[in-house]
């Protein structure tokens, strides 16, 4: 069983920055895709980012490219999430994902089998 630790997540204003991090640990790391996912209130869970298991390849939702960037550090078995530009619409309680089989990148929900508890960012206007 997988297990992830989020941190990073707080109160930043409007323009300003955070760095999201994930700690994974119960299987080999460098195996698998990690994503981050956000989900604010009253809204369905979204995709925001994705890595492949080696971090050569990415993935964004349109709403974060240019602004959002994600990477892994595997000798750390850790994803993370550098955030700038933040908007209000940010908002959002943001999750760590691991793939559920190794060796492939998706960008939906049902391509991943574990999750963090979740970090809360707020971005205030």
Known sequence: QVRLVESGGGLVQAGGSLRL?????GRTFSDYAMAWFRQAP????????AISWSGGDTYY??????????????A?????LQMNSLKP???AVHYCAAARVPFRTGV?????????????VTVSS
Request: contains cysteine; negative net charge.
């Open 61 to 74: 939702v349109d709403s974060v490219k240019g602004r959002f960037t994600i990477s892994r550090d595997n």
């Open 21 to 25: 991090s994930c700690a994974a640990s």
């Open 76 to 80: 750390k078995n850790t994803v993370y």
């Open 42 to 49: 009253g809204k369905e869970r979204e995709f925001e980012a």
């Open 108 to 120: 939906v929900a049902a391509d991943y089998g574990s999750w963090g508890q979740g970090t809360q």
């Open 89 to 91: 619409e940010d908002t």
